[in-house]
C-alpha cells in the first residue's frame, strides 16, 4: 500500500513538472484575472462596523443618533460587530461628550446590542477597583491588627 501512494507521487510530480511555457502562460492569465476581478469585489464589499459620519451617512437612509457622555465608546465595537450594527462615533468639539451614530439591519438587533452594552457597563461600574483594593491592603500592612492572646493555666 505504501509503495502504491509513493508511485501515485512520484507520478503526480512528474506531471506537474513538464509545464509547457502556453500552459504557464494561460495559468498566469488565470491568476491575473482571479486577481483583478477580486479586487473589483473587494471595493464594492460594504464596510461593517465602526466607520466615519459621511460613510454611514452614505450608506443608506435610517441612520439615528445617541449622546453618550462615556469616553468609553470603544468598548462599544465589539458589540456592535456581533450585532451587525455600523455606527459611527462623533466628538462634539470644545465639550466631553459625544455623538454616536447608528444603523442597524432591524430594530431587534439595535435593542439587543444596547441593552447587553448597558449590562456590561454597569457590571464595570460595580466592580470593585484594583487599585481601590490594593490601597486597602497596603493599609492594613502598615498598622496590622493587634491580635488578642489567651492565656490558659493548666488546671492542677
Do not use: W
Not at 110 to 134: D, G, H, N, V
Amino acid at each position: 500500500m505504501q509503495e502504491d501512494i509513493e508511485n501515485k507521487v512520484v507520478v503526480l510530480i512528474e506531471h506537474c513538472s513538464k509545464l509547457t511555457a502556453s500552459e504557464l502562460r494561460r495559468a498566469l492569465e488565470k491568476v491575473l484575472a482571479q486577481a483583478k476581478n477580486g479586487h473589483s469585489q473587494k471595493q464594492t464589499k460594504e464596510a461593517h462596523g465602526r466607520m466615519t459620519v459621511k460613510e454611514l451617512a452614505a450608506k443608506d437612509k435610517g441612520m439615528q443618533s445617541i449622546e453618550v457622555n462615556d469616553g468609553s465608546i470603544g468598548s462599544f465595537n465589539r458589540v456592535a460587530r456581533k450585532y451587525g450594527i455600523d455606527f459611527a462615533p462623533f466628538k462634539v468639539k470644545g465639550e466631553n461628550r459625544y455623538l454616536v451614530f447608528f444603523k442597524a439591519p432591524d430594530a431587534d438587533a439595535m435593542t439587543a446590542a444596547f441593552t447587553e452594552y448597558t449590562q456590561k457597563q454597569i457590571r464595570k461600574a460595580s466592580r470593585p477597583s484594583i487599585l481601590q483594593k490594593l490601597e486597602l491592603f497596603k493599609a492594613q500592612v502598615k498598622h496590622p491588627k493587634k491580635e488578642k492572646t489567651r492565656h490558659k493555666e493548666p488546671e492542677r
